[in-house]
C-alpha cells in the first residue's frame, strides 16, 4: 500500500490540517512550513502540535512531508538571496524538531548563470552549514523538471549534493513524477528503467516520498505544468503502474494537482479504489 494526500494549508492549525485529511479520505498530508512565496511562519502552538500528532498516531497516517518555500534559493548567485535562503533553512529545521517524524522537501534551487557545478556547490555547503550528527528531520531534495538553470534536472546532479554532504544520512529524495517526466524520464514506457536508474545513480533506499502528478507537456519537455490525474500526458494507466509499482510501496504520496478539494477528494478515492481493485 500507500499513503496518500495532498497539500492543506496551515491556516487554522496543525490539527485542523490532520482532521481536513480524515474527511478527505487520505492519510498523509503535504503542508508549506511558510508562505510558499516567503514571508514569516506561522506559529506553532505546542498543544496544537501535540494535537495533531495524537491524531496522526490514532488514524495511522504515514509521514507528513513539510514543504520549503518556493523563494527559499539556497544556490543563488546574489548573496543576499542567498543568506536569506539560508535563514529560512535553518529556522525550518528548528520549527521541525516537533514533527520528528516528518519529511522537509524542498527545490534544490537555481544557479542563475553560475552553472550546475557551483549550483549544486552552494547546496551542499548551505546543507553543511545546518545538519548535524542531531538532526531527526529527514531532508528530502525533490526532482526537477529542468527548466531554466533549476538544479536537480537529473539524478546524478541530486547525487552529487549528497556526495558534499557530512551528515549525507539526513538526506533522501522526493519523487516527483511531473517533474521526472518533464526532466526525460519516460516513466510512462519504461517505469522500471527510471526506476532502476534511480536506483543505480541514487539508490531506492533514499526514495522517502511521491510527489502525484499528471503531466501537461511531452517527456523531455522541461517546462514544469502539472495536471489533474490521467487528464495529462502520463494518463491514468501509466499514473495508475506508479501506485500500484512494488518499489514505491509504503511511501507518502502527495498530490499536487491543478485542483479545488472537491477534485483532491475525487483523486484521493480514485488511488484508492485503484490500490483496492489490485
Not at 51 to 56: N, Q, S
Not at 121 to 144: F, G, W, Y
Not at 220 to 247: F, N, Q, T, W
Request: charged content about 25%; glycine content about 10%; hydrophobic content about 35%.
Amino acid at each position: 500500500m500507500i499513503y496518500i494526500g495532498c497539500h492543506l494549508s496551515v491556516t487554522n492549525g496543525y490539527e485542523a490540517m490532520g482532521r481536513t485529511m480524515l474527511d478527505f479520505g487520505g492519510n498523509t498530508f503535504a503542508y508549506f512550513t511558510r508562505n510558499p512565496r516567503g514571508g514569516k511562519s506561522k506559529d506553532i502552538i505546542p498543544e496544537d502540535a501535540a494535537a495533531l500528532k495524537t491524531l496522526l498516531r490514532e488514524n495511522r497516517f504515514g509521514p507528513l512531508v513539510a514543504h520549503g518555500s518556493y523563494t527559499m534559493n539556497l544556490c543563488a548567485a546574489n548573496p543576499s538571496t542567498r543568506a536569506n535562503g539560508l535563514d529560512m533553512f535553518a529556522k525550518d529545521m528548528e520549527r521541525m524538531k516537533l514533527f520528528e517524524n516528518s519529511y522537509y522537501n524542498f527545490h534544490p534551487g537555481a544557479h542563475t548563470g553560475q552553472g550546475a557545478e557551483k549550483g549544486i556547490a552552494l547546496v551542499a555547503d548551505a546543507l553543511n552549514r545546518t545538519l548535524t550528527a542531531d538532526t531527526k528531520t529527514v531532508i528530502l531534495l525533490e526532482t526537477m523538471a529542468g527548466k531554466g538553470s533549476e538544479i536537480g534536472r537529473s539524478f546524478e546532479e541530486l547525487r552529487e549534493i549528497i556526495d558534499r554532504v557530512t551528515f549525507s544520512d539526513k538526506l533522501g529524495v522526493c519523487f516527483d513524477t511531473c517533474h521526472v517526466w518533464d526532466a526525460g524520464y519516460d516513466i510512462v514506457n519504461d517505469l522500471d528503467g527510471v526506476l532502476t536508474r534511480f536506483d543505480d545513480v541514487i539508490g531506492l533506499d533514499r526514495l522517502y516520498a511521491v510527489h502525484f502528478n499528471d503531466s501537461k507537456n511531452s517527456c523531455g519537455s522541461h517546462k514544469d505544468r502539472h495536471e489533474k490525474l490521467g487528464e495529462g500526458y502520463i494518463g491514468r494507466e501509466g499514473m495508475k503502474r506508479i501506485v500500484l509499482h512494488p518499489a514505491l510501496q509504503n511511501k507518502p504520496f502527495i498530490l499536487e494537482t491543478p485542483n479545488d478539494d472537491n477534485g483532491y477528494i475525487r483523486e484521493i478515492h480514485t488511488v484508492l479504489r485503484w490500490i483496492n481493485e489490485r
